[in-house]
């Protein structure tokens, strides 16, 4: 795992872009895994700024995969990750909605929808590079505290405190859902390359508890550490309670050039 302490929000949005724009350069026809919540918008913004400049690689034949999905909102609801991953990122790219994908919430069928999601995701021939954002809780994706290490795309409740995080994006507490499908902690393990972006106080504990902590369904971020290709970025507030913070410095500036992410 790559920890890297980085001095701002807008300093992550660089390298993260950076890393980014690296596989579908490397890849054109890559498979990209995509986040919600606040986190990655300065990253998505970076991504799009390039893109309208015509500094970025062709998303031409790119596909992505939406990491998560409320469970009950009517279809085409703002506040769906659907719409919300083509509003923020996707359609400034040009990659069209055939191209993008989410855990189906309206399917006749929605216990077998993550399965679906699931074959969907190995026709495309797995995620290349997954975005990752953190809960105050330390959950990844919609996998909260107590979540198999080893789960699959499903139907999860959230907790209390995960509905009032994200009660900010909705008119009030009692709008945001209950049930959502996400995919699993097993699932989003066997992505190539995991990137994890965590930014502001709010976010210190859940961040060293998954960096430095035991691997625990506890905490379900600490999954991160059996990856075997792994980048965390840190704004200051995140790493706060990092114990190797210090250590962790020390290596990004000592990164030798040719090395990347
Ligand atoms: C949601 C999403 C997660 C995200 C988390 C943190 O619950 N399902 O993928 O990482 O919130 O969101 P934020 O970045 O807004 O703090």
């Not at 809780?137 to 505290?145: M, T």
């Amino acid at each position: 795992m790559e920890v890297v302490p980085l001095g701002s929000a807008g300093q992550i949005a660089a390298v993260a872009a950076g890393i980014v724009e690296a596989v579908v350069r490397r890849k054109p026809a890559a498979v990209l895994g995509l986040a919600t919540g606040s986190t990655p918008l300065p990253t998505y913004r970076e991504l799009l700024g390039r893109h309208k400049a015509a500094l970025g690689p062709s998303y031409a034949a790119v596909t992505c995969f939406n990491l998560d999905e409320y469970v009950g909102l009517p279809v085409g609801h703002q506040q769906s990750y659907r719409a919300t991953i083509a509003r923020e990122l996707t359609d400034g790219l040009g990659i069209g909605a055939d191209r993008v994908h989410g855990p189906n919430p309206s399917s006749d069928d929605l216990p077998i929808a993550g399965e679906c999601y699931e074959a969907l995701i190995a026709a495309a021939g797995g995620i290349d590079v997954q975005v990752l954002g953190i809960g105050s809780d330390g959950h990844l994706a919609f996998n909260e505290p107590g979540s198999s290490l080893a789960s699959r795309t499903r139907i999860k409740t959230l907790t209390a405190q995960t509905r009032e995080d994200n009660a900010r994006f909705f008119g009030s507490l009692d709008e945001v859902p209950t049930h959502v499908l996400t995919q699993g902690l097993g699932t989003i393990l066997e992505a190539r390359h995991l990137l994890l972006i965590a930014t502001g106080e709010t976010k210190a504990d859940a961040t060293a508890a998954a960096v430095e902590g035991p691997v625990s369904a506890s905490c379900p971020a600490s999954v991160l550490q059996l990856h075997p290709h792994v980048t965390v970025l840190l704004d200051p507030a995140a790493a706060s309670s990092l114990d190797r913070l210090a250590h962790y410095r020390e290596v990004y500036c000592a990164k030798p050039a040719w090395q990347g992410f």
